[in-house]
């Protein structure tokens, strides 16, 4: 089979991103990396480029020379991923679907949710896959869980309780570090701080195992780090459309919390929970039953489980092959051969609407809020 070609913008040298872009797109040979323009710095990310085996002519000091450049030749990349800071992301996404291309984009998906309005309309009309890469849906534990709740093991949902709270951004000196500085600035990250860089993938978790989505939230924002505008930690109360009660907590100041994201769901017959830092077990109880332990790669797991994952039980699969499965479906798409369980427009748009719910709520002391899209209400 032919490989599909791809391109990215942004996930340059020392990113955070970046490398999971490279070897979740990698892991499978479905894809073939062509292009980018892979920094800010135009020279820095030409020669980035062409590190990575990247021809000279492809290799593109920014997005706009990227798209030009792509959108004449017979052998244009089918799919862009956009690794940018978040302020870049409606524009490049628009501007590439608009073109023709399949955009696998970033969260947050936009700065606001007029501009995640136009992103799902834009996509409709182009007839072209945009993915949000919302990878933690893709762990195959993850998929257990949903084919679980979808099966009714736990019966009707009660609680959802989603952490997602790490320590790294805990020092006040370190402002100017620029992996973390443009994560406070609004102009580059938009209204919210860590609820629309982490507390969006553990809500989208919870609706995602669920199959459920949030309808309305009461927030309370911190910003507990000197000048530091943005809110360094969150609690957010919400509810979702079937009714379930929903908890979510996250933080960048939770010192000694790593990674930190986990999920609890609590249902009438059974619950079970998750964290990406032992992402190969759920912890699952059964109403009256002792606890068991689900093992990645055991018998009986779910279709979508035994499809995510690559190797042998008990050994670790870990994030980049959470992306690798994004890719996978996303390959699926491409070819019009099914669409898996894609994170789409739509979901990336949700998560604006309940970004600027939470804003609004924790602004009128946590009052409750509708937190769906308009488009969607
Ligand atoms: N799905 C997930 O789990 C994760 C998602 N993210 C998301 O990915 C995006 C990038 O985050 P992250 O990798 O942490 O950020 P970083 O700051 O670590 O890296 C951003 C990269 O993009 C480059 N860049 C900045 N602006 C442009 C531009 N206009 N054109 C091309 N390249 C540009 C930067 O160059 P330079 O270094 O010179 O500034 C850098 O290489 C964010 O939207 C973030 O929310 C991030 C982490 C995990
Ligand atoms: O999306 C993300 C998930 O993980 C990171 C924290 O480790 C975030 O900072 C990031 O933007």
Redesign the pocket.
């Known amino acids: 089979m032919t490989k599909l070609k791809w391109g990215m913008?942004?996930?340059?040298?020392?990113?955070?991103?970046?490398p999971?872009h490279r070897l979740g797109s990698q892991a499978d040979g479905l894809f073939s990396f062509e292009a980018g323009?892979?920094?800010?710095?135009a020279a820095?990310?030409r020669a980035y480029a062409q590190s990575l085996g990247i021809a000279a002519d492809r290799a593109y000091g920014?997005?706009k020379e990227m798209l030009a450049g792509e959108r004449g030749r017979d052998d244009k990349v089918d799919l862009v991923t956009v690794?940018?800071?978040?302020n870049?992301?409606f524009e490049i996404t628009k501007s590439f679907l608009e073109a023709g291309f399949h955009v696998l984009c970033?969260?947050?998906m936009t700065m606001t949710v007029e501009e995640g309005e136009e992103i799902v309309r834009v996509a409709k009309a182009s007839g072209k896959t945009c993915a949000v890469?919302?990878?933690?849906s893709a762990y195959p534990m993850v998929r257990q869980m949903k084919a679980m709740v979808a099966a009714g093991e736990l019966g009707a949902i009660r609680t959802v309780v989603a952490n997602f709270s790490h320590g790294h951004h805990a020092a006040g000196d370190d402002a100017d570090n620029?992996?973390v500085r443009?994560r406070y600035d609004p102009a580059q990250a938009g209204v919210s701080g860590q609820m629309a860089?982490c507390g969006i993938?553990a809500l989208h978790m919870a609706s995602f195992i669920t199959g459920d989505e949030v309808e309305k939230l009461s927030a309370d924002f911190a910003s507990t780090v000197k000048g530091r505008v943005l809110e360094d930690d969150a609690m957010v109360n919400f509810r979702t459309m079937k009714g379930t009660v929903g908890r979510l907590w996250t933080s960048t100041i939770a010192l000694g919390r790593q990674h930190g994201l986990d999920i609890a769901i609590y249902g009438e017959k059974g619950g079970m929970r998750w964290a990406s830092e032992q992402p190969n077990q759920i912890i699952y109880n059964r109403l009256g039953a002792r606890t068991e332990i689900i093992e990645k790669g055991e018998a009986g797991l779910s279709e979508d489980a035994q499809r995510m994952s690559r190797v042998a039980i008990a050994h670790p699969e870990g994030f980049p092959l959470a992306v690798a499965n994004i890719y996978v479906d996303l390959a699926a798409k491409i070819r019009g051969e099914g669409k898996g369980n894609l994170p789409t427009a739509e979901d990336g748009l949700r998560s604006m609407a309940a970004v600027f719910a939470a804003v609004d709520s924790a602004s009128k002391d946590g009052a409750w809020v509708d937190a769906r899209p308009p488009m969607f209400r």
């Open positions: 913008i942004g996930g340059g040298e020392g990113s955070q991103i970046g999971a323009a892979l920094d800010v710095d820095k990310g920014d997005w690794a940018t800071p978040n870049t992301h970033e969260k947050p890469n919302y990878c933690y620029p992996r443009w860089d993938h």
